[in-house]
T-cell receptor, first 112, second 114 residues
């Protein structure tokens, strides 16, 4: 059974640009959540989608947005990139709320 | 606000030792607690999931316990091997905290020497 797939694996962007990251959950999983991991802050929750609806949102500025499609695939967008957005972005999928999460390998974003 | 703490932050042991990693959380109202392993630069691999109604889960050399009332979980690793070297993360799915999915501790970085 295929795992959670995140693309691309690596990205280098310039300050002020925007970026879109993609996540394909495990087949049948309708919940997708996104996390940012940095050495200083650890893993921080960005947002969670369930059946195309944003269910929860973490404490991040409006430059961070996301969406989920009818096939449960999700995208995350960051506009007006800042140096501090450099991080490993992880996506996780779950069957439903309260079940365990399976994570993808992440997208390493570097902003220069 | 739910907070998760992991102690110690780093641990070095010789191969073959049994060891315990600790995780504590401030709000006992949780759906579940999940232990993950992360290798450098990689994603998270789920090790064990304990539902709030359970006391422990076992998988191979790993055993995780949950004491919800005291807000504690331990991950026991038996007969450690160099391949166990990684960062171990504890995360809770909180019942009360709207706006979050999983809340993570900072992790324990384990180094097992041969």
């Amino acid at each position: 059974k295929a795992g959670v797939t995140q693309t691309p694996r690596y990205l280098i962007k310039t300050r002020g640009q925007q970026v879109t990251l993609s996540c394909s959950p495990i087949s049948g999983h309708r919940s997708v959540s996104w996390y940012q991991q940095t050495p200083g802050q650890g893993l921080q929750f960005l947002f969670e989608y369930f059946s195309e609806t944003q269910r929860n949102k973490g404490n991040f500025p409006g430059r961070f947005s996301g969406r989920q499609f009818s096939n449960s695939r999700s995208e995350m967008n960051v506009s007006t990139l800042e140096l501090g957005d450099s991080a490993l972005y992880l996506c996780a999928s779950s069957l439903e709320q309260g079940r365990g999460y399976t994570f993808g390998s992440g997208t390493r974003l570097t902003v220069v | 606000k739910q907070e998760v703490t992991q102690i110690p932050a780093a641990l070095s042991v010789p191969e073959g030792e049994n060891l315990v990693l600790n995780c504590s959380f401030t709000d006992s109202a949780i759906y579940n607690l999940q232990w993950f392993r992360q290798d450098p630069g990689k994603g998270l691999t789920s090790l064990l999931l304990i539902q709030s109604s359970q006391r422990e889960q076992t998988s191979g050399r790993l055993n995780a316990s949950l004491d919800k009332s005291s807000g504690r979980s331990t991950l026991y690793i038996a007969a450690s091997q160099p391949g166990d070297s990684a960062t171990y993360l504890c995360a809770v799915r909180s019942l009360n905290q709207a706006g979050t999915a999983l809340i993570f501790g900072k992790g324990t970085t384990l180094s097992v020497s041969s």
